[in-house]
Structures are given as structure tokens and as C-alpha cells.
């Protein structure tokens, strides 16, 4: 394999790679959408956030912003984390870590092969590094439409807890 990249140390560093990788001229080729799952929403209301600060140098606007599966910014830290037995992961070892990610996602088959399990651990580990570290650069309301969805029974995304992302909203009468 070969060298391997260093990983983001903020979120909000993480979006100022996406931003520089896509450029403002890809995001202005044609009218578009944001979208962001899981860990990816919060990733995706911080470009929106990102672009919303940087719309006075010519930066496009996204259409409407789209997350699904995860509590709204505001309610970052592990105190708002629906694990309440590990809601930190990034920092465990890896037997440890595993334990507890299957504990709170479910056994995946895929993830059961060694070589595998070596290969994304890493980056799994620095994912929830982020994440568990997060605190939102704005808790502006957002200049765009925004749309919450979660799925009946999802434990990471309750609806309570989906319902807030309308704070992060300007309603356009």
C-alpha cells in the first residue's frame, strides 16, 4: 500500500479539504444539493455553514441541505450520545473498540475478516476522534432549506432529537 494520508485534526478542517479538493468552479457547474448521513451530517452542515461564510467571494449556495441519521449540531458531546454505556470510541484499543462498535451497530459480516478489520480501523478510529471532539463553528441559522429524515427504530437518530435540526433553519415565509 502506499503512503498513507494524515487525517483530518477538526471537522472543520475536514471540510476545508472537501472545499479545496472540489473547488468553487466544480460547485458552480451546475444547482446543487448537500447531503450528509450519519457522522456525514454534521459534515455537510459545515460546508453549508463554510459556504454560507465564504458567499461574498463568489463561493455558489447549495439548493437545500439533506441530513439523515444523526442529531443536529447543537446537540454534539457525549452527554446528548444515545450510548450511554461507550459513547467515545476513538480513543479505545482495538479489541475494545470493536467490541463496542458492534455492541452499537450490529455485527456486519463484512467486518468480520481480520485483514479487513486492519485495514479500517484506523480510520474509523479517527472518524469518531472527530466526531467526539466536534463543537459546531456556528449555530447560525442556516441560509438554505434544510430536510431531517431518520428511519423508524434508529437508536443513533430519534425523532426528539431530529427535531431540533429546525433550529438550525431559516423558514422562508
Same mark, same amino acid.
Not at 475494545?96 to 455485527?107: A, C, L, M, V
Not at 467486518?111 to 472527530?130: E, H, K, M, P
Given at each position: ?70 442529531? /443536529?449540531?447543537?446537540? %454534539?458531546?457525549? &452527554?446528548? +450520545? ?6 467515545? *470510541?476513538? @480513543? ?52 438554505? /432549506?434544510?430536510?431531517? %429524515?431518520?428511519? &423508524?427504530? +434508529? ?6 432529537? *431530529?427535531? @431540533? ?9
Amino acid at each position: 500500500m502506499g503512503e498513507e494520508l494524515p487525517y483530518a485534526e477538526s471537522l472543520q478542517q475536514l471540510v476545508q479539504d472537501i472545499l479545496q479538493g472540489l473547488g468553487r468552479e466544480v460547485l458552480s457547474a451546475k444547482p446543487f444539493v448537500i447531503f450528509g448521513h450519519s457522522f456525514g451530517s454534521w459534515v455537510a452542515y459545515e460546508i453549508v455553514q463554510e459556504l454560507a461564510r465564504r458567499a461574498s467571494d463568489g463561493w455558489p449556495q447549495p439548493l437545500k441541505l439533506y441530513v439523515s441519521g444523526y442529531r /443536529p449540531p447543537q446537540l %454534539c458531546g457525549s &452527554r446528548h +450520545d444515545p450510548d450511554r454505556i461507550q459513547p467515545a *470510541l476513538g @480513543a479505545l484499543y482495538e479489541d475494545e473498540f470493536w467490541e463496542h462498535f458492534e455492541r452499537r451497530y450490529g455485527r456486519n459480516p463484512d467486518l468480520q475478516v481480520d485483514y479487513i478489520r486492519s485495514f479500517v480501523v484506523r480510520t474509523l478510529q479517527a472518524d469518531f476522534t472527530l466526531l467526539e471532539a466536534y463543537v459546531p463553528s456556528s449555530l447560525e441559522p442556516l441560509a438554505v /432549506p434544510l430536510c431531517a %429524515c431518520c428511519a &423508524r427504530g +434508529d437508536s443513533r437518530a430519534r425523532p426528539g432529537q *431530529l427535531s @431540533a435540526w429546525a433550529k438550525a433553519e431559516i423558514i422562508m415565509v
